[in-house]
């Protein structure tokens, strides 16, 4: 299989539980929204609004983490919106604890495949470092100039710094500190 059709494939599995795990959720908040009273758009305002926001934290936290700012704020709040539709999916259920996990399944499984999702980072190839040159040549040929001699009678105003060639490292060799090779 090819990287190109795993990714489609990928895809196509995330849309299906992303679609029928938000869809259940949804219905739950709904549900238990409108059975409190609520009228049925205000029901499907807090679905919006409690699913939405799990995702949107997400995000943010994913986001804060690039940048290095803090996220234990946007974290919380993100582990009370989960812990909201899964107490909306539960509140529904049958009373008995099969009855709770069958009904919680939406709900962690789309919580679980936001955090898959938004937990891949990026790869980014590590950075490659050129060689540096074995051998130092110069274009210009060395000019020779001519110096003059020194008077005793004036001293040199300046001092010409010694300009030592560029050392030809070899890079299959280590070299130590210390040790003269």
């Known amino acids: 299989m090819t990287a190109r059709t ?16 938000g869809a259940a959720a949804f219905t739950h908040v709904h549900d238990l929204s409108v059975a409190h009273g609520q009228p049925h758009w205000i029901g499907w305002a807090n679905a919006v609004a ?3 926001m ?8 994913r986001a804060r983490r690039r940048t290095g700012r803090p996220v234990g704020l946007v974290g919380s709040l ?19 604890v099969w009855g709770w996990i069958v009904a919680a399944v939406p709900s962690l499984a789309f919580l679980a495949l936001v955090k898959v999702v938004l937990s ?13 040159p074995t051998v130092y040549r110069s274009d210009e040929p060395a000019q020779a100039t001519e110096v003059e001699p020194a008077r005793l ?8 710094p010694a300009v030592l060639p560029p050392r030809a490292v070899q ?9 003269i090779r």
């Open 6 to 21: 795993e990714s489609a494939v990928r895809l196509v599995i995330l849309l299906a539980i992303g679609t029928m795990a």
């Open 50 to 52: 409690v699913e939405l």
């Open 54 to 61: 799990a995702i949107y934290l997400g995000l943010e936290i």
């Open 78 to 96: 993100l582990v009370a919106f989960a812990l909201l539709s899964l107490a909306a999916q539960v509140a529904g259920a049958e009373p008995s």
């Open 120 to 132: 891949n980072n990026p790869v980014t190839p590590p950075a490659v470092e050129p060689n540096p």
């Open 153 to 160: 009678a004036e001293p040199t105003p300046s001092v010409v």
């Open 171 to 179: 890079p299959n060799r280590p070299h130590v500190v210390g040790i």
